[in-house]
């Protein structure tokens, strides 16, 4: 255990110095985005930041029918990569809360978003979490911080991907729980079924679990975990919600996958 940690926190240590040095190299060549944070403080995965949070708009519009009207929950807001460009796209009656449990993600987009967009928050989120927070409350137990039917819409996109079982469905019925009837649950997943399973190792990889969940290497769900489909579409009826639709992604191996993460999504009822 020991020697894991420390090849963890060496792996983050060469991380952060490759981060500081492209800052380094954008401030000196002009060319850094200043709408963007820097580098070194982006905690997100892989990909362009600019251009995957854009095409998260896109699909938030084209595939969740989000309007610029619409109060927006973003579940695991991490360091704005989504919240960016839709302070280009919600209006000014429109308004956008996003949690996450990484202090310095959740700062920075206090200190650089909100001031510019007021109806933009951010919220600090107490749960602990083996790779950010060793202390707060477990995910299986958190009750997100907000009314009962509070919002139009509420996406999560990375965020399933690093979640176990239990935590999976509480954080299904706290989204079931804020949104207003009729709002949207848009999320992104890794989906085990036929084609993803006949796959594997040629794409990703989830060597470790059974047929209902599978992770990546790595001791806990942080290292990437992927859930058996069937039994997300379930979790989701079971908490109340409806017209439940999966759009498959490229991670397993399809090419005409809508995304690279397979997307979910779905309607509260009316009750």
Not at 26 to 45: K, M, N
Not at 112 to 129: C, G, K, Q, Y
Request: a positive charge; glycine letters at 8%.
């Amino acid at each position: 255990m020991l020697l894991t940690q420390i090849r963890h926190r060496l792996r983050r240590a060469r991380q952060w110095v490759r981060a500081a040095t492209e800052d380094a190299r954008q401030a000196l060549a002009g060319t850094r985005d200043p709408e963007l944070p820097p580098v070194r403080l982006r905690f997100v995965g892989a990909g362009d930041f600019r251009s995957v949070g854009e095409e998260m708009l896109q699909l938030l519009i084209g595939t969740g029918g989000l309007k610029p009207s619409d109060r927006v929950l973003d579940v695991g807001s991490g360091i704005g990569r989504v919240a960016i460009p839709l302070t280009h796209y919600l209006d000014a009656t429109a308004t956008y809360d996003g949690f996450d449990i990484v202090r310095r993600g959740v700062e920075w987009c206090r200190r650089e978003i909100t001031p510019r967009h007021p109806h933009f928050r951010f919220h600090l989120a107490a749960v602990r979490n083996p790779e950010y927070n060793p202390r707060g409350v477990p995910a299986a137990e958190y009750r997100f911080p907000f009314e009962d039917a509070s919002f139009d819409l509420a996406f999560a996109t990375s965020l399933y991907t690093h979640l176990e079982l239990d935590e999976l469905r509480r954080y299904i019925a706290e989204t079931h729980r804020v949104l207003a009837p009729g709002g949207t649950f848009f999320a992104t997943f890794f989906l085990l079924n036929d084609v993803s399973l006949t796959n594997m190792g040629t794409t990703y990889d989830f060597p470790i679990g059974d047929a209902l969940v599978r992770r990546m290497k790595g001791a806990s769900a942080a290292s990437g975990v992927a859930f058996d489909e069937a039994l997300v579409v379930d979790t989701l009826r079971t908490a109340g919600f409806a017209d439940v639709r999966v759009h498959h992604g490229q991670w397993s191996g399809r090419p005409n996958g809508l995304t690279f993460q397979d997307l979910v999504t779905a309607r509260r009822g009316s009750q």
